[in-house]
């Protein structure tokens, strides 16, 4: 899997961006050829829907964006896929974990948090965008069209201000919550991102990224966590879900990898077999004919 981040930072003759602090201001302007990818991300990103329509998804949820939606992405992986042959515009602006925390403490005298709203697992929050928020987009938007850069002051200041709109706005609680248990609590702890990237196909070095550690100190952490090393616990988790899969789905076996978090179908069958003990279509077809012979 790609890191998008990396890729839009080491293209941009390709992809124009800009930068204040931590954060990236990219338009993205989606190629017509375009159809299905996976990648992740080491920082959470604000997605605003210029033109077009896409489905983003997690292994366990989908959401379509449609024109004129904002949408708060937590880091890990993504599948997105085009939905319709129109073209697809967004402006992104990634920002990582800490820059977050410090916003939130900074501004700890305003009322942002209702304590009794629940805290979401999903891993796309709807924001609801006001006029205000509206301006914001067309003001940064102005600064693609042209050949000035922006002053970083000045687009932090802006940043901000998108910020305390969507915080101090009552309809967006459910990203409020998710971002203030982020400031004051471990709710973003090693456990929690991997079991939400598990069924991705990321190799440890990246994992270690996601997690903010060395890969040496996220040996350690993660053997301290699970009681197991990294790479035996994400084969383990992600046979478990090809087995389910294979059991309670119609699914296609090359798909089924994927979902996974399998690199190839070889290195699937091969460990699929050893867990087993028979090949994944046999194992398939094992299940299909108890389900019968019960039913």
């Known amino acids: ?9 080491s293209h941009p003759e390709q992809l124009r961006q800009f930068c204040c602090r931590e954060i990236l ?29 896409k489905r983003m998804s997690s292994r366990e949820k989908s959401w379509l964006l449609a024109e004129g939606s904002t949408v708060f992405v937590k880091k890990g992986g993504l599948t997105v896929e085009r939905v319709s042959g129109d073209p697809f515009c967004v402006l992104m602006f990634f920002v990582p974990d800490e820059y977050l925390r410090s916003f939130i403490l900074e501004n700890s005298g305003l009322n942002f948090i209702s304590n009794s709203y629940p805290l979401s697992t999903d891993r796309l929050l709807l924001v609801h965008c006001t006029p205000v928020m509206t301006a914001f987009y067309q003001s940064i938007l ?40 982020l400031a004051y609590s471990d709710l973003d702890d090693l456990q929690t991102i991997m079991e939400n990237n598990c069924y991705y196909n990321m190799q440890l070095n990246e994992y270690a990224r996601l997690c903010h550690r060395s890969l040496s100190s996220y040996k350690r952490s993660f053997y301290n966590t699970f009681g197991i090393s990294p790479g035996k616990w994400l084969l383990d988790k992600r046979l478990s879900r090809a087995a389910f899969l294979l059991s309670h789905s119609d699914n296609p076996i090359v798909d089924i990898v994927n979902e996974s978090g399998f690199k190839n179908i070889s290195h ?7 867990q087993f003990g028979s090949a994944p279509l046999q194992y398939r077809k094992q299940k299909a004919a108890l389900v019968n012979y019960t039913a």
């Not at 069209?145 to 687009?155: G, H, K, V």
């Open 268 to 274: 699937f069958n091969k460990a699929f077999k050893k």
């Open 25 to 53: 201001f990219l338009k993205l302007d989606c190629p017509p050829e375009f159809v299905k990818g996976e990648n992740w991300n080491n920082y959470n990103i604000f997605v605003h829907v210029l033109t077009g329509g």
């Open 142 to 181: 102005s600064y693609f069209s042209t050949n000035t850069r922006p002053a970083e002051n000045l687009l932090e200041l802006k940043f901000k201000e998108l910020l305390l709109n969507i915080l101090t706005n009552e309809e967006n609680n459910e990203l409020t919550n998710y971002l203030y248990k």
């Open 1 to 9: 899997m790609t890191n998008f981040y990396d890729y839009v930072k």
